[in-house]
């Protein structure tokens, strides 16, 4: 894990948990970012303690997306298989050396029903914003859609501008959002939604959509990831 932008994330306003970034992402010719929605916790104080930590998300992401703990969530199971249509063959080590991940909403929800809000999105943007100039990814990826609706809202507040927005043809239920924005300094960044890789996620059909459109992307992740 590479920990030397550390001291700079510690200075944003609205981050209160550290992305993970892989130990190779810097020197990646491709950057690539994927980004969760929301961290859940118990209300007993262990788990509040433990949310409290700024390494809160590396925690969860090296229990579940490394060591493949899915007892409580598989949105990484799910989103190896749309990416891969496999996860039982996958090196995680070396796939997430080379790729970054964090959670958009920066505040936990308490209940598996519980949803963010209008303010959780737009906080969550004007997070997001601040930590491009650190991270410079090329592609984010998002698991859900939800943020994207709020986008146009809270850009206008921002060093960044739209330049393209598209809804695509529904899959699995849900549109998938294409989206490219560019900061003031002329650098763009390709912003994929897809369908919250949880519940009633088809990974078959998110895959075919993956690898029609997304040829570069995922041939960059795969390589090397292979056990």
Known sequence: MDKSKDSEFTELTELKWLPFIGKDYFNSAQKIMVIGESHYRDDNQESIDWNNQLTFTRDIHSIIAINKKYDRTKVFYYLNRALFRNDS??????????????????????????????????????????????????????????????????????????????????????????????????????????????????WDDWNKFLKKGYVKELNWIKSGIWN
Request: proline share 4%; with cysteine; hydrophobic share 35%.
């Open 89 to 202: 063959k996958i090196d995680t080590n070396v796939l997430w050396s080379k790729l970054t991940f964090y959670n958009f909403i920066q505040s936990s929800m308490h209940t598996r029903k519980s949803r963010p809000v209008e303010s959780d999105y737009l906080k969550g943007w004007s997070n997001y914003f601040e930590m491009m100039p650190i991270l410079k990814p090329n592609f984010c990826l998002f698991i859900g859609v939800q943020a994207s609706d709020y986008l146009k809202k809270a850009i206008k507040n921002s060093d960044f501008k739209i330049k393209e927005f598209k809804k695509l043809e529904k899959i699995n239920g849900t549109f998938p959002r294409e989206v490219i924005i560019e900061q003031s300094n002329g650098k763009e960044i390709k912003l994929l939604f897809i369908k919250h890789t949880s519940n009633f996620f088809s």
